[in-house]
């Protein structure tokens, strides 16, 4: 079991350059989340996925967007990136909204020049 | 705004203490409560989670406990290890997909 995988593990981008987050659970859930993690702040939800064919939007989902592929997929894409948002972006999933667990993967760490 | 707040931000201690970490929130609508550990450069690992109608959970040395009308949850470690240094998270969400994290609490626990 490989839990949550998210690809790339880093990432450097310049100023207006697009790209795509992936993250891929394998625990059959149904409640996906992307997080963004900067010091001093904690986490901050950016977008979650409640179910397969759903998203909503979190705490700070400006300049972002996000795609559930699939149930074992979720997304996350910055289509023109801001050095504001250089940070960690985590994903995670639970069995099902707030009842349950949130299993993270390991992380991007991504920076923005 | 519902906010967490983890006091001490950060915290040594010598091998063997029994140590406890506090989390704050301001909600009392609590749905649940999770206490999770995060290693440098890696990704957050759940520990314990804590359900509204509970009031403590237990894992090996660690033993989370939830006072909703105080709205304070507390981390105890007991016999603590240099393995046990981490940066140590508490959550809370209010029964919505929205959980509200603190910052942290930085252990560092010496040999």
């Known amino acids: 079991n490989a839990g949550v995988t998210q690809t790339p593990k880093f990432q450097v981008l310049k100023t207006g350059q697009s790209m795509t987050l992936q993250c891929a659970q394998d625990?059959?859930?149904?409640?996906m989340y992307w997080y963004r993690q900067d010091p001093g702040m904690g986490l901050r939800l950016i977008y979650y996925?409640?179910?397969?064919?759903?998203?909503d939007k979190g705490e700070v989902p400006n300049g972002y967007n996000v795609s559930r592929l699939n149930k074992r997929e979720f997304s996350l894409r910055l289509e023109s990136a801001a050095p504001s948002q250089t940070s960690v972006y985590f994903c995670?999933?639970?069995?099902?909204?707030?009842?349950?667990?949130?299993?993270f993967g390991p992380g991007t760490r991504l920076t923005v020049l | 705004k519902q906010e967490v707040t983890q006091i001490p931000a950060a915290l040594s201690v010598p091998e063997g203490e029994n140590l406890v970490l506090n989390c704050s929130f301001t909600?009392?609508?609590?749905?649940?409560l999770q206490w999770f550990r995060q290693d440098p450069g890696k990704g957050l690992t759940s520990l314990l989670l804590?359900?509204?109608?509970?009031r403590e959970q237990t894992s090996g040395r660690l033993n989370a406990s939830l006072d909703k009308s105080s709205g304070r949850s507390t981390l105890y470690i007991a016999a603590s290890q240099p393995g046990d240094s981490a940066t140590y998270l508490c959550?809370?969400?209010?029964?919505?997909?929205?959980?509200?994290f603190g910052t942290g609490t930085r252990l560092k626990v010496l040999a």
């Open positions: 625990m059959n859930h149904n409640s």
């Open positions: 804590i359900q509204s109608s509970q």
């Open positions: 959550a809370f969400t209010s029964g919505t997909y929205k959980y509200i």
């Open positions: 996925s409640a179910s397969e064919g759903t998203t």
């Open positions: 995670a999933s639970s069995p099902s909204g707030g009842a349950h667990e949130q299993f």
């Open positions: 909600d009392s609508a609590i749905y649940n």
